[in-house]
């Protein structure tokens, strides 16, 4: 069974879906791994390292005439043609509702795997790249605030004079956020915290930060772990309660997302302009809109001495390691998509395990 | 007693030579704080904050009118002459040797104050700009690597795998060296730290990190405190038996730095060429030529894989910090240079006191 793993074509995207490491793993176990030559460059990972490692590299035609294609981001619509018929196709596929690209690879007799639909349930942990690459995002998110933030995050005794820790505020405890608030105490500065889902607060005050308590008069846990939206009397009170916290901020981290809809806004722009100048507001949401009404994606500005960072890949900023989760999700999903049979791995029924179930995009 | 703050006008430049706090102070000694308008600007210090604390903040004429004039970088040609006849100037003079500039402004009567002549006395520690700065570097170049490293610095175990924390290695343990252990420690970093002093022994591993020792046959501690150059015997043993320990390392930072002279190479291109590709150089000597034989000023640069970061003013990308402690440094100074009298402060004879005899430029 032949796997081909591409080079990513996306504007900015470093990463790359298989290692050195885990596809020699993946041959071990009797595949045959086909890399682009040049796809590992960007995320630090040499062709020659891959044909030590037992991998093929190719032209990329020969990626997509694998058996099964291993991306990490959307397919392109070039990429969704050359795809062939009576295969598979794995990658995050970051669509919502209405998808044609997708629905037509389907309709040429593609099983298209969307990694974002992977199952909250705990067999599937070892293959959530949301997860993985979320927890990455959530630490290079604290490493870009401090590289912008005019001061030292940590508390300073010096014969100079003392400089006092940041007041860092991380807006959502999922995993980036959880990862942030680590990573922002890993740094020294005071870290607060706050989610709509009341029993985040536990994690947080185990991390070391205090949670921001609000009544908003409802809760915001939603199914799947994953928090819900708000009523829009709910939102405004939220907005009012948290002002004065934000305002109080030296550096935000903001990581509020809710799949397929707007993000929340959470940061008006009357609450940037009572910040102190010199503040940091990291915005993770900036791609879906932003939970600071001023984020432009892609973009660092500076709205009256608050700088507003807008990356919209953080993942792709620690390129190595959110490949190497990223190739270890995937090579733990082969596991179960496949059987062993003499003449190596054969593909199974996607249909009847639960977690393939759930991440096949139907017709 | 007026003192004259001008904006630094040095390309990049982002620090200024007091801050609101700092000026306050100064006012309620008497003195007359003179701040150039927008030169806080950079450093997240508004306008607004300086008047507020008493500050009048003018003209840049008005700046260099003033009895003192305080500035952080080397003045240029246009401030040298500014500066009036009879005034005192002081600011890092970044002079080496003879210095016609500031050969000049003594000649014309300007009693020209150098911080980085300030003697290492324990008296003079809390007026010690070099040393201020540096610690600012130290930390700011451990975020800039974390910034540009392709992995974690601290060891992950997550559901996708685990992540070894990042091989750092500190060359130089002053006090940016120092620094930059103690930050990469505090982000879960793996430090290994070498200095030709074999006192620092002691100081690393206080850090937490791990002193790597030579044999070069000589010692490299110098007068004040200072490292002093090796012999090209010591040199050449030097890099032989520290390449072996910088190719395994995955982040090098660098604080060779002696004054006046051109900085050791302690990094040769066939290192660079044997560490693993994604591993990052921050090289906080590559304004003297670097501690890397391939660093540029200024620049970022990938050598087969190896990013080498050569900015040269990291104090100037933490502004408000590095402002704050600057302010500080000066004020400390001021205060033994002058006596109180019922029409507010007077200068005293400079050439009385060790520290300021020590700073003071000769004809």
Redesign the interface.
């Known amino acids: 069974m032949k796997l081909g793993i591409p080079k990513e074509t996306l504007a900015g995207e ?1 990463r790359v879906a298989t290692t050195p490491e885990v596809a020699k793993k993946l041959v071990a176990k009797g595949f045959e791994v086909l890399v682009e030559a040049g796809a590992g ?1 960007a ?4 062709d020659a390292a891959y044909t030590e490692a037992g991998v093929q590299v190719v032209e990329r035609d020969a990626c997509f005439s694998a058996d099964l294609v291993l991306k990490v981001r959307r397919p392109s619509d070039d990429e969704a043609r050359a795809v062939r018929s009576g295969s598979v196709y794995i990658s995050l596929v970051e669509g919502c509702g209405d998808d044609p690209l997708l629905s037509r690879m389907v309709e040429n007799g593609v099983q298209v795997l969307a990694m974002e639909r992977m199952p909250r349930i705990s067999r599937a ?2 293959m ?2 949301l ?2 690459q979320s ?2 995002a959530g ?1 290079r998110a604290v ?2 605030a ?2 912008h ?4 995050f ?1 508390m ?1 005794m ?4 003392s ?1 006092k820790p940041a007041r860092l505020v991380v807006l959502g405890a999922g995993v980036a956020g959880l990862q942030a608030i680590a ?1 922002a105490r ?3 500065a005071d870290v607060l915290a706050y989610d709509v889902r009341p029993e985040t607060k536990e994690q947080i005050a185990s991390l070391g930060a205090k949670p921001i308590e609000l009544d908003l008069g409802e809760s915001g846990a939603g199914e799947g772990g994953y928090a819900k939206e708000l009523s829009d009397e709910a939102k405004a009170r939220q907005q009012q309660l948290l002002g004065d916290e934000l305002a109080k901020a030296h550096v935000i981290i903001t990581t509020a997302l809710i799949p397929c809809r707007p993000a929340p806004e959470l940061i008006t722009t009357e609450v940037v302009e009572r910040m ?3 503040s940091v507001i990291v915005d993770l949401a900036a791609a879906n809109g932003g939970n600071c009404k001023l984020s432009e994606p892609d973009q660092v500005i500076d709205h009256q ?1 608050v700088i507003i960072v807008g990356h919209t890949n953080y993942p792709s ?5 959110a490949s ?3 190739a ?2 995937l090579s ?1 999903l082969l596991e179960i998509m496949v059987e062993p049979s003499d003449s190596g791995p054969v593909l199974r029924d996607l249909t009847e395990d639960e977690i393939t179930a759930a991440m096949l995009i139907a017709r």
Request: charged letters at 20%; aromatic letters at 12%; hydrophobic letters at 35%.
């Open positions: 470093r460059v995320a630090h990972y040499r942990q070892s959530d790249a997860s993985s927890n990455i630490y490493i870009e401090a590289s933030y005019g001061r030292f940590p300073m010096t014969s100079a004079g400089a990573t890993r740094l020294g102190r100048t010199g001495g900023m620690v390129p190595a390691d190497a989760f990223y270890k999700n733990n």
